[in-house]
């Protein structure tokens, strides 16, 4: 099993910037990709980036250019997954949850953590 922590949502004015923060536990050996998703009220959950391979960085056209994603020690298999949120826009605003995915799976998941992007 693997348990995943996120922190670092909160609210902020559009142009703002926020860092969120992803610690895995648990069998974390399998773990090949980590990511961020969010979720919007009333929308559906949507991909926003991840490190495939625990290394290469991918984005969502929506956020490129604004958000990066980062680990905070590329040998260590449960260092911290950040992202980085800058120039936020309300549009941004969603419960942020961080994923890990084993094989084709994205198969654990973290409780989720609110930002809150006001214009």
């Known amino acids: 099993q693997v348990q995943l922590i996120e922190s670092g949502g909160g609210a902020v004015q559009a142009g703002g910037s926020l860092r969120l923060s992803c610690t895995a536990s648990?069998?974390?050996?399998?773990?090949?990709?980590m990511g961020w998703f969010r979720q919007a009220p009333g929308k559906e959950r949507e991909f926003v980036s991840a490190?495939?391979?625990?290394?290469?960085?991918?984005?969502?056209d929506s956020v490129k250019g604004r958000f990066t994603i980062s680990r905070a020690n590329a040998r260590d298999p449960k260092a911290p997954v950040f992202l980085a949120m800058d120039n936020l826009k309300p549009d941004d605003t969603a419960v942020y949850f961080c994923?890990?995915?084993?094989?084709?799976?994205?198969?654990?998941w973290g409780q989720g953590t609110q930002v809150t992007v006001s214009s």
């Open positions: 490190l495939i391979g625990l290394s290469k960085p991918h984005y969502a």
């Open positions: 994923a890990a995915r084993v094989g084709s799976e994205w198969g654990y």
């Open positions: 648990g069998v974390t050996g399998r773990i090949s990709t």
